[in-house]
C-alpha cells in the first residue's frame, strides 16, 4: 500500500525555522519527482517546490525561494523541506505529493502554524 | 504564471443531479489539466488527469472534458459521496497553478 506520511510540524515563531519530514512506503521511492503543497486555513492548495528522483532539478514557488529548501534521501525513502524565516503567511497544513507533473498520491499533512 | 479560474465557486445540488464545473485558465495549456477532489480534513485525490483520463478506482461517473483553455469537470448522478471541494490544477508550465476550488454542498 502507497503510504506518505508527514512529520515535523508545529508553532514556531515568526523568522523560526521548521524541518518538515515525509516518509514513504509502498512505492520505489527513488523512482519517482516529489512535491510539497500546502494549504492555508479555509484556502485553497498552493504548490510550494518541487524536487526530481536525483535530485537534479529542485523548483521553488516565488513565495518561498530563498526561504525553503526540499531535499530527499532515496536510501531512506525520505522527502524533507527545511523552513527558515518564517512568516505568519506560511501558516498552513503541508502535504507532500507523488508525482512530476501529475500528483497521484497525496499524504494526510502536517501543521505548521506561525504565530507569535 | 498561469491564473486558473474556476465556477461556480459553490453550489448546491442534490442526490442524482448532473453537476458540472468549469476552469478556465489564463493561456492555452493544451489538455494538461488536472482534476482532484478534497473531503473536510482530508489530503486531495486525483479524480482525472490530462484534461479527460480516469485515475485508476474513480468511479466513471466522474468525467473531463475540454483543451486550450476551457475544460469541464462532470459528475453525471451526484452520490452523497460526493460531497466535496473540488479544484483544477494546470501542469503545462511552471509554477504549477491551481483554480480556487468548487465546494459542492448538498441542497
Known amino acids: 500500500e502507497v503510504q506518505l506520511v508527514e512529520s515535523g510540524g508545529g508553532l514556531v515563531k515568526p523568522g523560526g525555522s521548521l524541518r518538515l519530514s515525509c516518509a514513504a512506503s509502498?512505492?520505489?521511492?527513488?523512482?519517482?519527482?516529489m512535491n510539497w503543497v500546502r494549504q492555508a486555513p479555509g484556502k485553497g492548495l498552493e504548490w510550494v517546490s518541487s524536487i526530481s528522483t536525483s535530485s537534479n532539478y529542485i523548483y521553488y514557488a516565488d513565495s518561498v525561494k530563498g526561504r525553503f529548501t526540499i531535499s530527499r534521501d532515496n536510501a531512506k525513502n525520505s522527502l524533507y523541506l527545511q523552513m527558515n524565516s518564517l512568516r505568519a503567511e506560511d501558516t498552513a497544513v503541508y502535504y507532500c505529493?507523488?508525482?512530476?507533473?501529475?500528483?497521484?498520491?497525496w499524504g494526510r499533512g502536517t501543521l505548521v502554524t506561525v504565530s507569535s | 504564471d498561469i491564473q486558473m479560474t474556476q465556477s461556480p465557486s459553490s453550489l448546491s445540488a442534490s442526490v442524482g443531479d448532473r453537476v458540472t464545473i468549469t476552469c478556465r485558465a489564463s493561456q492555452s495549456i493544451s489538455s494538461y489539466l488536472n482534476w482532484y477532489q478534497q473531503k473536510p480534513g482530508k489530503a486531495p485525490k486525483l479524480l482525472i488527469y490530462v484534461a479527460s483520463s480516469l485515475q485508476s478506482g474513480v468511479p466513471s461517473r466522474f468525467s473531463g472534458s475540454g483543451s486550450g483553455t476551457d475544460f469541464t469537470l462532470t459528475i453525471s448522478s451526484l452520490q452523497l459521496e460526493d460531497f466535496a471541494t473540488y479544484y483544477c490544477q494546470q501542469s503545462y508550465s511552471s509554477p504549477p497553478t491551481f483554480g480556487g476550488g468548487t465546494k459542492v454542498e448538498i441542497k
Open positions: 505529493a507523488r508525482g512530476e507533473s501529475v500528483w497521484s498520491f
Open positions: 509502498g512505492f520505489t521511492f527513488s523512482s519517482y519527482s
